[in-house]
């Protein structure tokens, strides 16, 4: 918005912002057994589960979340995505750490709601974002979210449901990562206040907002016509 009214000089009044939306099956309630029994993970090993969703890149970030997996041996890290030229590079940088998993593939968003029901925090460090559409696909899930404070997340996600930080600041993703899965209470009260939120953004409404503006410019239509 700020790069249309300062470089192309369009009043700001004339400007609409419409977000994109989140696919019905984010509100569909996912099975947790599923989740832990494809990738065969005990849910009793671990304190809590932190999920990173998307390609694998430099650009997502991940390689800054080695502090948090090297120190937090008891939270299980996944990594749901496929390669995008750099997955051999971060198994390489984790190597020995037997607390993350690299799904090495994209996964179906009827697979990833039973991750969703699994997980106890989405993690979006990338180093910048546009937008983040999985950020609303987790809060959809009632899955509160640490997020990179870098473009569209600090603008879009006004809710307490996401904390944003700095992406290359390590130390305060193991913070805020143990902050989380250390108080269960909290993150499903989060949980709660994050699928409030992501209620705005049904294609439903979303849709809707884009049909009143055209109903907004569009002349309306004569008895001739």
């Known amino acids: 918005k700020s790069k249309l ?58 390689q800054n979340l080695k502090i948090a997996i090297k120190k937090l041996k008891n939270v299980l890290f996944f990594v749901a995505g496929g390669d995008d030229g750099y997955l051999n590079t971060l198994k390489s940088s984790f190597s020995g750490m037997d607390n993350i998993i690299f799904s090495e593939k994209f996964i179906t968003p009827e697979k990833q709601i039973d991750m969703y ?27 509160p979210v640490i997020s990179t404070n870098k473009g569209g997340p600090a603008e879009i996600f006004t809710t307490r449901a996401v904390k944003l930080i700095d992406p290359e600041d390590k130390e305060e993703w193991k913070v805020s990562i143990e902050g989380i899965v250390k108080n269960t209470s909290r993150a499903e009260e989060l949980g709660k206040v994050g699928q409030e939120f992501a209620e705005k953004y049904t294609w439903a409404k979303i849709t809707q907002k884009i049909i009143e503006v055209y109903e907004e410019v569009l002349p309306e239509s004569s008895d001739s016509e």
């Open 117 to 143: 029901a699994a997980a106890d925090v989405l993690l979006l460090p990338s180093l910048h974002e546009a937008f983040g559409i999985v950020v609303l696909e987790a809060l959809a899930q009632g899955v």
């Open 5 to 62: 009214v300062n470089e192309f000089k369009i009043p700001e009044q004339k400007i609409v912002e419409i977000p994109n939306g989140v696919e019905d099956v984010f509100f569909s309630t996912g099975f947790a057994p599923n989740f832990y029994r494809e990738w065969n993970i005990n849910p009793e090993k671990w304190q809590g589960i932190a999920v990173v969703v998307g390609r694998v890149s430099y650009a997502k970030g991940i």
